[in-house]
């Protein structure tokens, strides 16, 4: 059965806000906003532009961040739903992933592994104006783990809302019995959300509302004979109908008994590669994380003993 | 091999509608189909497709603006970041702001170059924008605009535009990235 995990967790984020980041709690500048503007050599700029001047009153309540520009402190949206989210890292920026990801051997990864982190397209404020506006600069490609500054550690709180587990592994032959050598084993694990999902997940804070959801890919088993299996599919279960057939989706054949380990057994190790897929709802903002949970068993193999007569 | 080609394949006069697009003047035609290779020929046709899509997709999302994202899905089939930030970004506003634009454009891109041994591949689009007939409208009255008074870019006002796009290849189709207005060209 599939659940949603709701949190919200506006105590535990502002906690997290208060030790981190440049966050005031200012509301919104009244009548300011990020526009298009075009200046007289027809280059466009996203500038922040205010009615009233940049000093202006209350708005509506919304998550607000501070930032020095100029010598002055202005109040700008911490989360912009096209832009990002802002973070003071690089003198201030909007920060959201690149959509769409580049490849692994794309330069833009500045030899950082693509399963580390993801690239984001940052947006950052510059030193001088357009025409005595502030704007935000032409957008550069940064890499971030997973996420940067207080969104960051929002998205990994909803991650980790996620029942992630490794495989409920199953055997035949049974871990209780004896297997043969030359016999098929099929290897599967019972489809939950915990163990081949998908799961979900989601949490609010801040005004924002992160969305989690994880689906298996693949379960790698290391069956203990130095041979890696990687089944794409949790498995098919073993029937006695199936006699000695080999499973369709998963399974592996011994060459050899395991009587010569200490234990006796073969050990296995079953590691589930998770794709865990993130977004800021009603935004732009998304991206993926891998994840990857490991469980174990073992098994008893035996020669086939051959009786003549 | 490097191949940056002279080419000037085209689509001339596309249109939303095709009954409402006359022809644009002064747009190269399609060259002899003997000077490009089969992979080029191939790789051409899929970006002007591409392209093609690309403003359908963006004539219809301006001429109803939801939030960006709403129209990330549409858009994001035929653009990358940073120009797909760009083109969310002015659907936003468009949203926020209550603006709409009415009308159809034409369009009539050409390639001009590229690049299949890059790694991605890339090309260059050369566009003629007829945006005469394609105004900002007030989404409630229906009352006319400006691209100035909406916050949007100048490109936004009912004229005509030589454009330039970059596209790459990403996975198994072509993106446009970038684009700029040459403002001292006229179509």
Redesign the interface.
Known sequence: MLSRRTVSAVLLAAAVVLAVAPVTSAQAQEDC??????DG??N?H?VW?CTEGWSGGGGDGEWVCTTNLRGRTIRVPCID???GWFTNALGGCYI?P???QP?A?DPAWQGHDPTDGLIY?ARCFAVDGVDGMPYVQ??TTLFFPVGEGVVGDLIEQAIALLPLRGADIQLAPDPSGVGLVGLPVWMWTPVTESTWGPATASLTALGITVSVEANAERITWAMGDGAQVHCDHPGTPYHPDYRADESPTCGHVYTEPSRSLSSGRYPITATTQWLIEWRIE???IGGTVPAERTSSASVRINELQVVTS | MATALALVLGAAGCSASPEAGGELPDLPATLPSATVDPAEAAAIAEILAAFDGFRRAEVAIQANPEPAYLALERLGEYLADPLLGLALFEVETMHRRGVVRAGEPTWAPTVTELRLDGSPPTATVRDCLDATGWELADRDSGGPTTAESEGLPARFAPDRYVMEFNARFVVDRWLFDEARVERNERC
């Open positions: 906003g990020f526009e298009h503007y075009t050599e027809g466009e996203l532009t739903p096209v832009l959201r690149a959509i769409p490849p051997d397209v032409l957008p009603e935004t732009v």
